[in-house]
């Protein structure tokens, strides 16, 4: 049972005392909607999707401490250190192993880092099929901040390009460091 005494399977979202936990098609469960007396929640629950919820709340990063100083001396190699600085801030969210081969979403990230490591800008290159994915994407990166300092890398601040590939399970790989797709 999920918040509220609503059950959530395949095709059965609703109250439990109003539809219960076998599958319905969907004139079943709008006829029960209807006398179900939490309809609005359940609405909003059916129009979100199940597969938004992994991306509705950003993880907190599970950083020890500050980044070393990145060892890179150009933007291509700085973008390597800050591809395994996400994995190590995010280690539950990585898909270990090649990903399967239809991606939730796709999407291609441009960030921007000071001298310092701290996230200047983000911006989306290429938007996700899936729209909440953007917004997941974008604060993940902002809140793994600092960064290593890119101190020997001659251009500031350092800009990188980076595609996000992103599992329904609400799991990622960035394409620096993917294991491939099967």
Same mark, same amino acid.
Do not use: M
């Given at each position: 049972m999920g918040r509220g005494g609503l059950v959530f399977a395949s095709r059965s979202v609703g109250c439990a005392g109003c539809i219960g936990a076998a599958s319905m098609n969907n004139t079943t469960v709008l006829a029960?909607?209807?006398?179900?007396?939490?309809? %609005?929640? #359940?609405?909003v629950l059916l129009c979100s999707g199940a597969v938004q919820a992994q991306f509705a709340m #950003?993880?907190?990063?599970?950083l020890p401490g500050p980044p070393r100083e990145s060892a890179a001396t150009s933007e291509k190699e700085y973008k390597l250190d800050a591809a395994r600085h996400i994995y190590a801030a995010y280690p539950a969210r990585i898909f270990r192993g090649r990903l399967p081969p239809l991606m939730y979403s796709v999407m291609? #990230? &441009?960030?921007?880092? =000071? %001298?310092?490591?701290q996230v200047l800008d983000v911006a989306v290159v290429r938007k996700p099929a899936a729209a909440e994915v953007a917004p997941w994407v974008l604060a993940m990166i902002r809140r793994a901040a600092p960064f290593p300092a890119p101190v020997k890398v001659d251009e500031a601040p350092v800009k990188?390009? &980076?595609?996000?590939? #992103? =599992?329904?399970?609400?799991?990622?790989q960035v394409d620096t460091l993917t294991e491939g797709q099967r």
């Open positions: 029960s909607l209807a006398r179900c007396k939490h309809a %609005a929640a #359940v609405l #950003v993880p907190a990063p599970a291609i #990230v &441009e960030t921007h880092i =000071d %001298a310092t490591g990188y390009t &980076e595609i996000w590939l #992103v =599992d329904k399970s609400g799991q990622f």
